[in-house]
């Protein structure tokens, strides 16, 4: 009797000190209607609140990285629809300069591959491609660890998302891809109008079929990209003469192909293309529009435009209408100065 009081005593004790485990809270990923299912596997990686925060933090944390000041969100500013453009290419530790402008990160559930070249094909395990390359974030996974297990804060966010304290390469990533997989763009003026909720202006009506007859092949409705790789006629890059997908399959037929990014947001993603050589959507469009074909660029530029001034004027237009404010100025998304957890400035050494 004395044995069963003092175990209920035991088990009032830990009730009371909170070491109870609570069950995480699931989040529901809604696909619009009439949208793609998604090739994210939510299934096999489902998202929760507590893993959610836990990768919104780690995005937003520079002890990434090796020199405790980059962070992912370095790179992919929410107010630049998750992109950057200060720099035409990114910049990592030590101020080096990447080769690549930072691509926006919108929509990637639906994607099949990442990076310019489409180097990954696993939204889980493309966050270790930049924390590992020497020119963005110059860390190792195995460095990352340790640091995250040793600070103050992390493993018990690690224990609330999966269970138990541990910190692995493995929860790190899959944390960070149930941050990044939120990063929804569905509720801009064009979606309003598809739903039937909103009109696009007579000039924005213009702009929308000059885009379904000139641009819609590559940057397909309702997600604004094929998510394929096209060759665009840009000339090669003199300073990194980035020769784009053939880096990734060695075929010859992938010279300058890059990946079709999604014209979402496109007024806030500036700078344009791979090397970030546009400054402004109009120099964007008006390369389009003055492109010569030749016999290795996408067939669906082969074709010249010719658009008028006005037409041009419309089509800029249209393209405003897929502006997302809900997601560039989600609260849930957003970086506070709590976001990252150590809570101690970036005066935090390598273990």
Same mark, same amino acid.
């Given at each position: 009797m004395r044995t069963k009081s003092i175990f209920l005593f035991v088990i009032v004790i830990l009730l009371t000190l909170g070491f109870t485990q609570k069950s995480p809270t #699931?989040? @529901?990923?809604?696909?619009?209607?009439?949208?793609?299912? #998604?090739? @994210?596997d939510f299934k096999k990686n489902p998202i929760t609140e507590e893993s959610f925060q836990l990768g919104k933090s780690l995005f937003y944390d520079p002890y990434l990285s090796s020199d405790g000041m980059v962070s992912c969100a370095s790179c992919h500013f929410q107010g630049n629809a998750f992109s950057h453009r200060d720099h035409h290419a990114s910049h990592g530790v030590g101020d080096k300069m990447g080769t690549r402008n930072s691509i926006a990160l919108v929509n990637l559930a639906w994607s099949k591959n990442f990076m310019w070249d489409g180097a990954i094909t696993d939204l889980v395990k493309q966050p270790a491609n930049p924390i590992t390359n020497p020119d963005e974030m110059n860390e190792t996974m195995e460095n990352v660890i340790a640091k995250l297990s040793k600070s103050k804060q992390y493993p018990n966010l690690f224990h609330n998302a999966f269970g138990s304290s541990e910190v692995t390469k493995d929860r790190i990533l899959l944390a960070l891809s149930h941050f990044l997989v939120m990063l929804k763009s569905t509720d801009s003026k064009y979606d309003k109008v598809m739903r039937k909720e909103e009109n696009f202006t007579a000039e924005e009506s213009h702009g929308y079929s000059i885009f379904k007859q000139k641009c819609a092949s590559c940057h397909t409705e309702p997600l604004f990209t094929n998510n394929g790789f096209e060759n665009n006629g840009l000339p090669i890059d003199t300073v990194f003469k980035d020769m784009g997908r053939m880096k990734i399959t060695n075929n010859s037929k992938d010279a300058l192909k890059f990946k079709v990014p999604s014209l979402r947001n496109s007024y806030y993603s500036a700078d344009y293309m791979h090397d970030?050589?546009?400054?402004e959507l109009k120099e964007v469009l008006n390369y389009y529009n003055s492109i010569e074909p030749n016999k290795k660029i996408a067939s669906q530029l082969k074709k010249p435009m010719n658009l008028s001034n006005d037409d041009i004027e419309h089509l800029y237009l249209f393209l405003g209408t897929l502006i997302d404010k809900s997601l560039m100025r989600n609260l849930k998304l957003a970086y506070t100065k709590d976001t990252y957890t150590e809570r101690e400035g970036l005066n935090r050494m390598k273990p």
């Open positions: #699931p989040i @529901y990923f809604e696909v619009p209607k009439g949208w793609p299912k #998604p090739t @994210y970030g050589r546009f400054s």
